[in-house]
Structure formats: C-alpha cells, structure tokens
C-alpha cells in the first residue's frame, strides 16, 4: 500500500523523491538539529506518491502533459491562459479516498496536544537542489485553521506546481513536467504575527563572501519580506568572531518595514492581512542584537550540518519569544560561482541620477522603461527593456529574462524576485519607493548596480565597461598590492581581487556615507534648531542616542572592512575632512572656521590636538577600539594624516594612548601619513614616534611643487613623477629601511602611473595600495617588467 501522509520528524534529506527538498529539510533539522538548538515547528506532509495518484485517479496526467505538450512559455498570454485551465482542473478533481483518509487521520493527530493554526506550504521534488532554487515557484497558505480549510489549501498547493512562473521556471531550467511532483506540508504556525520573520543567507548574497550571515527582518508573518513587499531591516554578522564569542554584528540598516502581515481573524477563518506599521516602531529594528547573534549562530549550525551555503526562512514567535527555523535550501547563485575569476563592470560616464534603491549584483544594463503594473501586461515587456514595477515577485519570472534590468518600487536584498534575478544574471534595483512615478514608458535609462549597496537609473544611455580577468595564478612580485577601499559596501566584493590588505581606509569615506552629520551636533545635539534635530533625528532612528548612532556607524564601517579582510591588514586613516567639507556635513556650518584654502588649514593632527575637536576625535577613538579590543579584529592599523610638526607627532600619538590605543598594545601599529615635504626632510624624527610611513603622494606633491590639485588652471603641472617628488619618496623609503619599519604608499600616483609603481618597486617599498579598478591592470605591468 502507498504511504500517502508521513510526519515531518520521520524524513530526512534522502527523501526529497518522497516530500519534496523543502519537506525534506524540515525533516533533516527536527531529527538532526534540535538537540543542537534550531527549533523547528513540527508537522506532516502528504507524499510524491499521494500527488502522482491524485493526478492518476482523476486521469489528468495525460491530460496535463497533452496540453503543456503544445505550449510556447515565451507567448504569454497562452501561458497564463494554459495555466490557469490546469490549475482549475486540479482544484475541481476530489481526493482519492485513501488520500482523504491519511490527511484526516494526520491532522487529528497533530491537533491532539492543542488546537492551532498552521501553514500549509508546497514543496517540490526538484526544488531546493544546490544549483535550482525555484524559490516561490509554488504556494505557502497562512493561518489555515480547520480540517476543511487545510484539506482546500492541500488541493491549492498541488494546483499550484502549474503556476504560470513554475511551467516557466521548469522550461528554463530544463526540467521535464512530468518528472516533478509535489508534497503539501502541513505545519504549525509561529506566531510571527506579533513578533518578526525574514530570511538570512550564509554567504553574502551580492558578492558571495563566505564568512558572514546576512539576515534581513520585518514585523509580522514572513511573506512580505519573501514577496518583496516591504523594505526590511538587514544585518550582516562575521562567523568567525561570532564562533569566538565576540560581538560579531558587523552591519545594521533600518528598513522602512511600512507594513507587516497578521492574521484577519484570532477566532475564525483562515485568512491574512496587510496592516500599517506604526512610525515609533517603523524608526526601531524590529529584533535587537541579541536575537540577531543568535539567529547567526542558527544559521552557521544548518550550514556546517549540509556543508554548504544556505537560504533559511525564520520566525520569531510574539507569545513565547523563541526563534524558529520554517524553511533551509542551498543557496543557488553565489556558491555557484567560479572565484577564479573576476567580473567587472564599470560605468564610463555620469549621468543625471533619476532613482535610487538597493542594488542587486553588481552588473549594469541599459535600456527602454516598459511600466508594468499586472500580470497582464507583461506580454508588453520587449527583450532589452528595463522592466519598471510597483513589487516583482516570481510570478514575473516568465519576462525578468527578457529585460536588461529590473527596477521596483518595494523589495528587499532577499526577497524571492532578488533571488531569481540573481540567477538570470540581471541587475536589478529594489525598493526605490517611486520609480513608477518617476520613470517613464519609452525613457532610455542606465541602471548601475556595480556602485555598491545603492543602485541608481540614470538618464540615457551610458558607456560601460565588462570585464572579466583569471585570479587563479598572479605572478608574484617583490612587494606587496594593497587597496585604498573607503566604501564599506564594496568591502566583500573588493576583497576577492588579489591583495594584501587595505592600505588606506579613509574614515571621512565612512562618516560622509554612513553619518552624514558633523560630531559636534551629535554630541550637542539639544543645541541644535528644531529643523536640524528633526533631520538628525530621522538619521539616527534605531540608534540609543545622536553620539550612540556616531560611535556605532563607525564601529559597522571599521569593522566591515577589517573582517572583509581579516587577516590581512586594514590601515584607517583617522578623518581627515578639510573645514570646507566638514561645514557641509549636517548641522556643520556652526562649528567650522571660513578658511580661504582649507586644504592647507584645519585639518589632520592640528584637528585632532587641538581643544575644540579633541571630543570628536575622542568618538573615533572609541570606535577603533571597540572594533580592535572587543570584535577582536586586530587587523585594524591606525594612520594618522597630516602631521605638520615632530611636536604634532608626538602629542597626537600620547593623545592615541590616553584613548586606549597604544602603540604596541594589542599589537597595534601606528602609520603616519608622508604628505608634506617636512615628513621626508625629518623622515628619522617623526619615525620616533610612529611604526613606519603611508606615502600620500597627492599633498606630497602639490606641497613640493606649490600648486593647489583642485585648480584646473595648474592642473596640467601636477605629476607624482616630477624628479623632486622622487626624490623625496626616495628619502621616506630610505629612512624607513634604516630604521626597519613599514614604507607604503597609498596615494593616487601608482594608480594613475604604472610605471611610478614599477619606479617604488625599484627603490625596495614594502607595499603600493592601489585603487581598486587599477590593481589587476598594474599587477599584471609589474609581473611583465619582471620578466623582461
């Protein structure tokens, strides 16, 4: 006799034929996780077999076949018209009665401890294998209360198999329809309604860096954040610190989380509903950190357990406080990909930006807007256009192949459209919150995602570059490449390209990208006018308080760097914003000097020492020491820029101490940026007071030389190779190796100038930190020069 219902504890993965990959996983982690902590809602799930003789016994397989037998998918409307009469068939045709009887029989049982709601979800025997997701392919039914309506939803989930986007997604991915079956599994809600949900990745899902969790989360039940329906809170946590015990958040970004699903009724039906959120819980993280670490920590178990990248849904349950694991499949995308080589596309000229929201992948396309607000319109969708959308969600799936870009109004980095466009290798734009608005039918655009977490439309059609380069063996050569990376967002895709660390994190990168307001009306906030601390108060939302927010984001910036990295070293250079563009920081202009040339005024160690910035400097050093000493990512280095005077070296290094970073404590290196001729002509003086020399070939050579960089007027003079700039790179190079300590340099010169870097080669410096764009460019020059 054929074994049509079987509990979920009772499967495991060798029995994805049976229930299906989804079912199977539940099943795995029931009987092999929860003793190591991951907390399953248990349940049963009706059989391949139980769907195979469903279809048998209402004689519809030939039936289905005959019809799909004819079918083009990429006719649309024939598609949606083809099935819709399957579906309807399957929804019309009664349960054979052993299949009645199993379900029946299964349901009373799990009712026997306590009457609840539960889930009704699909899972199919070719879903979640390690290189197909068909994520959302097939239905989930939430909040199904009584045996009628579990029976109904049952027979919903097998129509389902035949969704206009499943018959689409199997055609693409070579599946024959016939070979796949489904398995309907039946499992007790969490009541998220009154809690949170999301889903989390154990690989970061744009570049594919393996050492961090990433965890988005909204208020409610699950499905708007896996629908694209809300814009939800993310987190990225670092695995290996987490396995240490030290604080491992490295990432927060608060969502707008507008709206969250909840059950339509606490004593009857079965239905859910979309309610507003309210503004004070819009404006907090809807898990704190506590949760966030420990859903990380879940995640790295089921991961270590498959032994590979995993796509995890959760829930936290309101009532009881507990996190729960309702779904794990093998992550499909990033895993999938060659590190060997790496894809670059880079924009060639600016436009004028039209709209922003959070990029998908890192790719670029171009193309004409086609607005597309149902269903049954996507037959207007042309290959090459930029599909324009309020929410795309895997019903689309049928025209995402069609376009050049994706761009909607809602979505997060994980709902299930970012995940198919990832598959399709398309680039992709998620909640812009107006782009049907703003954006118009036959408008030209270029859509850039290779920009970092923020993707922008721009105007027009704008020139761009693909490359591609193999990573796999780079010559060696007789120093060190290292990167100058300000933008944390790019951290763990820049980290894939061959290096030796970061040689120059700019922290004004940091502050002008993730704060946005000046120290100082962070740390008067009370002092401000009601507009600016309206302002600031919109920026710090989810933050304890203005100075919290300060220290925080450049702890997350710091840290995000240094664990991209980890173990190579990551040199931060201390805020070195020049009065000017300090004043244009929110709430700046109060507090910073008209100076006539900022660039030789207000800034670097003066800044630091001096009694009017030594609070805000204070807040650098507490986050440096936190990411060092307490996320234990000593990797980080400190550099400080700017040292006019041996006096300045020497105060601001006792400053650094007297703030918790000593010099040789904890293995911290103090670097000092070479940028004024000064630093050279008493390269052994200021070397007293520092571990070695960052070359700053820009000041360096606009102080030899005497002529301002941002003039264009004398721009055509400006040129690190000028024989009296040598000579004073030469003389920093010498005095560092006669005192054995660190000479690098991470100016713009050997970005710009291969020939400067072959130059430094020469003259025996231990590291050239290059711009990202120009490493493999110059690495492979420098590996030819060698062998010739």
């Not at 990248?309 to 499949?329: C, F, H, N, S, T």
């Not at 990512?633 to 006096?647: S, W």
């Not at 410096?765 to 060698?786: G, K, M, Q, R, Y």
């Amino acid at each position: 006799m054929q074994t049509y219902v079987i509990r979920l504890e009772q499967t495991g993965m060798q029995d994805v034929d049976k229930v299906g990959g989804k079912n199977a996983s539940l099943g795995e982690m029931i009987h092999q996780l929860t003793d190591a902590g991951v907390r399953v809602p248990g349940g049963f799930a009706t059989t391949a077999d139980a769907y195979r003789d469903f279809l048998s016994f209402n004689q519809l397989t030939e039936k289905i076949a005959n019809l799909l037998d004819s079918l083009d998918t990429n006719d649309t409307r024939a598609l949606a018209e083809t099935g819709r009469t399957i579906r309807q068939w399957i929804v019309d045709a009664p349960f054979q009665p052993a299949l009645e009887e199993a379900i029946d029989s299964a349901y009373a049982e799990m009712m026997q401890a306590r009457e609840c709601a539960v889930a009704v979800r699909s899972s199919a025997t070719a879903e979640d294998l390690p290189d197909a997701s068909f994520a959302g392919q097939q239905e989930t039914f939430l909040n199904v209360r009584g045996l009628t309506q579990v029976k109904r939803s049952i027979k919903d989930v097998f129509a389902s198999l035949y969704n206009d986007r499943a018959i689409s997604y199997r055609v693409h991915r070579g599946f024959v329809h016939s070979e796949v079956a489904l398995s309907a599994g039946v499992q007790r809600m969490v009541r998220s309604e009154t809690g949170a949900s999301g889903v989390m990745f154990t690989i970061d899902t744009e570049s594919g860096f393996p050492h961090v969790v990433f965890i988005t989360a909204a208020y409610g039940l699950g499905e708007t954040v896996v629908q694209g329906a809300v814009n939800p809170d993310e987190f990225y946590v670092y695995k290996p610190t987490l396995k240490l015990g030290a604080p491992a958040i490295l990432r927060r970004t608060l969502g707008t989380k507008a709206i969250k699903m909840v059950y339509a009724s606490e004593d009857g039906g079965s239905a859910v509903e979309t309610v507003d959120v309210s503004r004070e819980d819009r404006n907090q993280f809807c898990i704190n950190d506590a949760d966030v670490e420990a859903l990380a920590k879940i995640a790295v178990i089921i991961e270590n357990h498959y032994g590979r990248p995993m796509d995890i849904e959760w829930a936290k349950d309101g009532d009881d406080g507990q996190l729960y694991i309702v779904q794990a499949r093998p992550e499909t995308v990033k895993s999938q990909n060659s590190q060997a080589v790496i894809e670059r596309y880079l924009l060639k000229e600016k436009g004028k930006v039209l709209i922003e929201g959070r990029s998908i992948g890192h790719r670029i396309g171009s193309g004409q807007v086609r607005i597309v607000y149902h269903l049954d319109q996507m037959h207007e969708v042309q290959p090459g256009d930029v599909l324009v959308t309020d929410m795309t969600d895997p019903d689309w799936e049928p025209v995402m192949k069609r376009a050049a870009a994706i761009v909607t109004n809602r979505g997060g980095r994980t709902c299930h459209a970012a995940i198919i466009a990832r598959e399709l290798g398309i680039p992709a734009i998620v909640g812009c919150g107006d782009a049907t608005e703003r954006l118009h039918n036959d408008q030209w655009v270029t859509v850039s995602c290779a920009e970092g977490d923020t993707g922008r439309a721009y105007e027009g059609r704008l020139a761009f570059e693909h490359q591609t380069n193999s990573v796999e063996s780079m010559p060696a050569l007789p120093f060190s490449i290292m990167m100058n990376v300000g933008n944390p967002d790019r951290a763990f895709d820049f980290q894939s390209l061959p290096n030796a660390g970061v040689g120059l994190a700019r922290l004004e990168f940091i502050i002008n990208r993730m704060i946005g307001v000046h120290p100082k009306a962070l740390l008067n906030f009370d002092q401000q006018s009601r507009d600016t601390r309206q302002i600031i108060s919109r920026r710090i939302a989810g933050y304890a308080s203005p100075v919290d927010f300060y220290v925080d984001k450049l702890v997350e910036g710091i840290s995000t760097l240094a664990a991209a990295f980890y173990p190579r070293k990551v040199i931060v250079r201390m805020s070195d914003f020049k009065s000017n563009e300090y004043g244009h920081l929110i709430g700046g202009d109060r507090y910073e000097p008209a100076e006539e040339n900022p660039m030789l005024g207000f800034r670097g160690a003066a800044r630091y020492i001096s009694e009017s910035f030594q609070d805000c400097f204070e807040l650098e050093c507490r986050a440096l020491k936190r990411v060092r000493d307490e996320m234990k990512l000593t990797n980080v280095e400190i550099m400080v820029p700017f040292v006019r005077t041996v006096g300045e070296a020497r105060h601001v290094v006792e400053l650094l101490a007297e703030n918790g970073l000593k010099r040789g404590e904890n293995d911290l290196r103090v670097i000092m940026m070479c940028e004024i001729p000064s630093n050279a002509l008493l390269a052994d003086q200021f070397l007293e007071y520092f571990d070695g020399f960052s070359i700053g070939s820009n000041d360096l050579t606009q102080l030899t030389l005497g002529l301002d960089r941002d003039s264009g007027i004398v721009a055509h003079l400006f040129d690190e190779r000028n024989e009296a700039v040598k000579i004073l790179l030469e003389m920093a190079i010498n005095a560092c190796h006669k005192a054995n300590k660190y000479i690098g340099i991470c100016g713009q010169g050997p970005s710009d100038h291969p020939d400067l870097a072959r130059w430094l080669m020469e003259k025996g410096i231990d590291s050239v930190s290059l711009n990202p764009d120009s490493v493999l460019d110059t690495w492979f020059f420098l590996a030819n020069e060698e062998k010739s």
